[in-house]
């Protein structure tokens, strides 16, 4: 009887551990990254209901972007560690705002033209648990964002 208790403990305490986060619990250990983070380099952000924190340096002069426009930002993304997984030229890209991460559909009409900060991005709203290339699954992401431009 003892084999057989043991064999269901370790059971047990294996299928525990292979057990991931809920979501709700991956954002909350995000969130905790991020305001460390934010902590650790005397950032003021700014945090919406979703989760993502950006900071405004320059708040710039044009036109706030509507969630489904198409800009063009120059930008460079790294993890919280400073490794760096991507980076535009200075002439920055152009995309659709529909195109691309959910932390930059939501944090890039934070800008107006010719503004730039930072957009610190919860796993969720990046690319989750499934990860993307070089960025591992569950990843918070920081971006440094200069909008340069809506594209007409």
């Known amino acids: 009887m ?56 320059d708040l710039g002069t044009g036109n706030y972007p509507q969630q489904t426009d198409d800009v063009r930002v120059r930008y460079k993304g790294y993890f919280t560690d400073g490794g760096v997984f991507d980076e535009s030229d200075a002439a920055g890209i152009t995309f659709n705002l529909q195109g691309v991460i959910a932390g930059w559909t939501e944090g890039i009409p934070k800008f107006k033209e010719g503004g730039e900060g930072i957009l610190l991005i919860p796993s969720g709203l990046a690319y989750g648990e499934s990860g993307s290339g070089s960025i591992p699954p569950n990843t918070v992401l920081i971006f440094d964002v200069n909008l340069l431009d809506i594209v007409e």
């Open 2 to 57: 003892n084999k057989y208790y043991f064999v269901i403990l370790v059971s047990i305490f294996l299928s525990s551990c292979n057990k991931g986060l809920t979501p709700e619990e991956q954002l909350e250990e995000d969130i905790s990254i991020i305001k460390q983070y934010i902590q650790d380099n005397g950032l003021e952000a700014e945090e919406t209901s979703s989760g993502l924190h950006y900071v405004i340096n």
